[in-house]
Structure formats: structure tokens, C-alpha cells
């Protein structure tokens, strides 16, 4: 089993809603630990760039407006298999097929306003927590 380091967003309609805690829990309740977090309040530039793979598809604009409309908390997990057990915490995309238990699944609105990201591969994961932390942040 090899320990990893993820990138986590818990995004603007779960800060609102005063859920950090809640969700904070489903990942330390999975094994993950919480080795960098901090709330910040993106700039649509900021926003743009980090999605920036997402730059062509039709939901681009409203997901960049929605990402910098309120404040975020973004984290760094660490634990065995990382990216995919934060993966499975989090549940499908798309709430609507979200397995039960899950945070998307208990917490999201919809596709869009789906209360968290997480990093999808080794090589994401590095790029998104280099783009928002320094390495003396991240404290395992
Ligand atoms: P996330 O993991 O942050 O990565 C890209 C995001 O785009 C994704 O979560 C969704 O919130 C968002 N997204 C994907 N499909 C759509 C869609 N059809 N409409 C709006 N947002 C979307």
C-alpha cells in the first residue's frame, strides 16, 4: 500500500452551508489525514486557471463563477492509496449517481455545486497542490 498525497476542494455550496466539519469527517473517518488546509477566496483568473483542462466544455464559464462566488477551503489528504480512497469518499460526479454514504451523496445540490473536488491521478494531484500550497505548508 503506497501513502499518498491529494488535492481537496470543499467548495462554495458546502461552505456556505457550514459543513466543513461534517465533510472533514467523512475523510478522517476513511483513514485520511489532513496535512494542509486552508479557506481562501478565488478569483475568477485563479478559478480559470486551475480548471484550465476544462477550458473548452460548455460548462467552463458557470463552473468558474460558481468556484469564486463564495470562499473555499482547499486541503491536502494523506494516506494509503490517496487520490482513489478520496475518490471513493467523495462519490460519483454527478450527486444524482453518488453511492450512499458518500459525501456527494449526503451533501451536493447538483453536478455543478457537488460540495467537493479531489484529484484524479499522482500527476493532477501534484500540479493542484503545488498551484495552491508551499511545501512548508504541508505538515504530515
Ligand atoms: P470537479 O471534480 O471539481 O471537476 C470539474 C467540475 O466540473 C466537476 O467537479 C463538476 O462540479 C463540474 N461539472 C461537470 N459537469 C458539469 C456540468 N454538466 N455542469 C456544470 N458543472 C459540471
Not at 66 to 84: H, R, Y
Not at 113 to 133: K, L, M, R, W
Request: net charge negative.
Amino acid at each position: 500500500m503506497a501513502i499518498e498525497r491529494t488535492f481537496s476542494i470543499i467548495k462554495p455550496d458546502a461552505t456556505r452551508r457550514n459543513l466543513i466539519g461534517k465533510i472533514n469527517a467523512k475523510f478522517e473517518e476513511a483513514g485520511l489525514r489532513i496535512v494542509a488546509q486552508k479557506r481562501i477566496h478565488m478569483t475568477k483568473a485563479q478559478a480559470g486557471v486551475f480548471y484550465g483542462v476544462h477550458a473548452e466544455r460548455p460548462f467552463f464559464d458557470e463552473l468558474c463563477e460558481f468556484m469564486c462566488s463564495e470562499p473555499i477551503v482547499v486541503q491536502v489528504l494523506e494516506g494509503e492509496n490517496a487520490i482513489s480512497k478520496n475518490r471513493e469518499v467523495m462519490g460519483a460526479t454527478n450527486p444524482a449517481d453518488a453511492a450512499e454514504g458518500t459525501i456527494r451523496f449526503e451533501f451536493a445540490k447538483s453536478v455543478g455545486e457537488n460540495s467537493v473536488h479531489g484529484s484524479d491521478a499522482p500527476e493532477t494531484a501534484a500540479e493542484e497542490i503545488a498551484y495552491f500550497f508551499s511545501g512548508l505548508e504541508l505538515v504530515g
